[in-house]
């Protein structure tokens, strides 16, 4: 069984030194990484992940999620290679097909958002040219999945699978994903997003779950009670679902830390 691992997904924005402060903090409050998303409205993640690994020895970087069509696959892998070389090894490269609202984005940069099949394929281009630059190394490959053929290409070419399921999936669709990322006897690590930490939902993140008393009571997308009954919780996925690398808002990096800490090692 895996050991657990906390990731820590923060919006690169603001000055170096406010970057450099939010890497420093994720790891002296027991995330082992630092997650960038990829948007237009905020640096470029990668450039933001360089500096932040290159100021905080120890931290592991990776973008939560690099949008596959925002980037010709050549191009993304050259950076993502160029990414593990000069961390030292230190770089996990996420990316994923795009959330929704991300085809504006695509399509402001002049590229085309395509179908979905089409974005699989750019998803499965962009790891194999990694692949090629890697030569006898290998970076780490992060795909987020949440679909059939998604979860199957994951199953074939992840390292690390992110079970993008939306807030009210029952426990049992998230099993369900879990087997499907496992498929062909490969055994990828797997990782989930937890949206909201703590007993009370701020209103923008009620924005992202919905009506929090519409959500299952065995909801997968938030963690509550005292931070043991939350460590209990987090045993029991990894146990049930084998999910043992869980990514947190930034908003609630102090309330987690003490979960973390009760995990540490574990």
């Not at 630059?133 to 059939?148: F, K, N, S």
């Not at 029952?170 to 990782?191: K, N």
């Not at 209103?203 to 997968?220: C, F, H, S």
Request: aromatic share 6%; glycine share 12%; charged share 20%.
């Amino acid at each position: 069984m895996r050991p657990f691992r906390f990731g820590l997904v923060a919006a690169p924005r603001g000055t170096r030194e406010q970057w450099v402060a939010t890497g420093h903090r994720a790891l002296d409050r027991g995330f082992g990484i630092l997650l960038a998303p990829d948007g237009l409205g905020l640096h470029a993640p990668l450039p933001a992940l360089a500096t932040v690994a290159a100021a905080v020895p120890g931290l592991r970087v990776g973008p939560f999620v690099l949008a596959a069509p925002i980037r010709p696959p050549q191009v993304a892998a050259w950076e993502g290679h160029s990414m593990t070389v000069l961390t030292d090894g230190r770089f996990e490269f996420g990316i994923g097909t795009g959330r929704p609202d991300a085809r504006a984005e695509v399509e402001r940069v002049g590229r085309s958002w395509g179908s979905g099949a089409q974005r699989l394929e750019q998803v499965r281009e962009t790891v194999a040219a990694l692949r090629v630059l890697d030569g006898g190394g290998h970076t780490p490959v992060l795909i987020a999945a949440g679909g059939p053929r998604a979860l199957a290409l994951a199953a074939e070419e992840a390292d690390i699978v992110t079970l993008a399921a939306p807030p009210a999936t029952p426990r049992a669709e998230v099993a369900r994903m879990a087997s499907l990322a496992r498929r062909g006897g490969r055994d990828p690590e797997l990782s989930m997003n937890v949206f909201v930490v703590g007993d009370e939902v701020p209103a923008w993140a009620a924005r992202m779950v919905g009506d929090p008393a519409a959500l299952p009571d065995d909801t997968l997308a938030r963690l509550r009670g005292t931070p043991r009954q939350m460590a209990d919780e987090l045993l029991r996925r990894r146990d049930e679902l084998g999910v043992s690398y869980v990514a947190v808002g930034e908003a609630f990096v102090e309330t987690f830390a003490p979960v973390a800490e009760l995990l540490a090692g574990g």
